[in-house]
């Protein structure tokens, strides 16, 4: 799991800089362009790298839930989209949230009363298992909303250019793709609870020192912090995985990967539409004369947020590691 954490690490530890770059010289709609090869070749080496290794088991597909749980997401991740600017349309967050919840309601409703549903709902009835889940999708939530604030702090508060802002972040999620595989072996070797624990500490840490320096930031702290916030992450994303499918039968694993796999992608919309929406708060407020002056208050207000988030993490990882299987 350590090993595949790095794998899915290292394409955020170097795309921001490689975005950045790519801006910087060809121009922003370049990057499109740049990707239908990327996309093509891990097309080509898919067809010949995956294979079916055990007997494929058919089963019916539930198109009723598919439709209910496509049109919750689009609903639910369409309203988030448009938090920033409920004040101004109020209906354009609250039609789509009002049709995702209800939409998700429905998905449970059929799933739990179906002989073929599309997810085994009953993993949720696993204390250890939901309280990992939950933790996952909180520190997922500061993972992806860190990588909107940073790179947008350093462009629009230090008026740096867009590749300086990823070569200001890479050190840092180069660090933390890292400490994917070692935090691995130190789960293999005492445990998931040490591992976790301290990792989240560590991240913990890093968004107290960005709350309380979130106005001044150099590149330079910005650097230092986020090295530390990531050597955090490399221990704790992989291993809560990890140590939550644990906690289920192993025929269960799939379903439980797959709710995993959902909230993580889930939780990258929620981060980044509710950074940005406070973000956008203070820039548009006139709390402050200069527009990167009203910047680097949102994004303050941001790392205090998120660093609520990352302490009810903490709490439930305590509660979740202690006894577990494994731990």
């Not at 539930?62 to 989209?81: H, K, P, Q, R, T």
């Not at 890479?170 to 301290?198: E, H, T, V, Y």
């Amino acid at each position: 799991m350590g090993i595949g954490t790095l794998i899915t690490a290292i394409a955020p530890a170097i795309g921001p800089t490689f975005g950045g770059l790519v801006v910087n010289v060809l121009g922003w709609r370049s990057i499109f362009i740049i990707l239908i090869p990327i996309v093509l070749l891990a097309l080509i080496m898919g067809s010949y790298a995956i294979h079916q290794v055990s007997e494929p088991v058919k089963t019916k597909l539930n198109i009723v839930g598919l439709l209910f749980i496509s049109i919750a997401f689009i609903g639910l991740i369409l309203g988030f989209s448009n938090l920033s600017s409920v004040g101004k349309n109020p209906l354009g967050f609250w039609i789509p949230m009002l049709v995702g919840i209800i939409s998700l309601l429905l998905f449970i409703h059929f799933s739990e009363n179906s002989n073929f549903p599309l997810i085994d709902l009953s993993v949720m009835k696993n204390k250890k298992y939901r309280q990992h889940l939950g933790a996952f999708f909180l520190v997922q939530i500061g993972a992806l909303g860190m990588s909107f604030v940073l790179p947008n702090y350093i462009q629009l508060v230090n008026h740096q250019t867009a590749l300086i802002a990823g070569l200001v972040v890479l050190p840092g999620a180069a660090l933390g793709a890292i400490f994917a595989p070692l935090g691995g072996s130190i789960l293999d070797k005492f445990g998931a609870r040490k591992p976790i624990m301290i990792g989240i500490i560590f991240e913990i840490l890093a968004m107290v020192l960005y709350s309380i320096f979130g106005r001044q930031l150099s590149e330079t702290t910005i650097l230092i912090f986020y090295i530390l916030f990531m050597l955090g992450m490399g221990l704790v994303m992989g291993n809560t995985m990890t140590n939550g499918l644990q906690q289920l039968p192993a025929e269960k694993n799939a379903d439980g990967n797959g709710w995993f796999n959902t909230v993580q992608q889930f939780a990258g919309a929620v981060g980044t539409s509710i950074v940005s929406t406070i973000v956008a708060l203070s820039q548009n407020s006139t709390a402050a004369k200069s527009y990167a002056a009203r910047t680097a208050i949102g994004s303050q207000n941001s790392f205090i947020l998120l660093l609520l988030f990352l302490i009810i993490a903490m709490i439930i990882l305590n509660s979740a590691t202690n006894s577990t299987k494994n731990s």
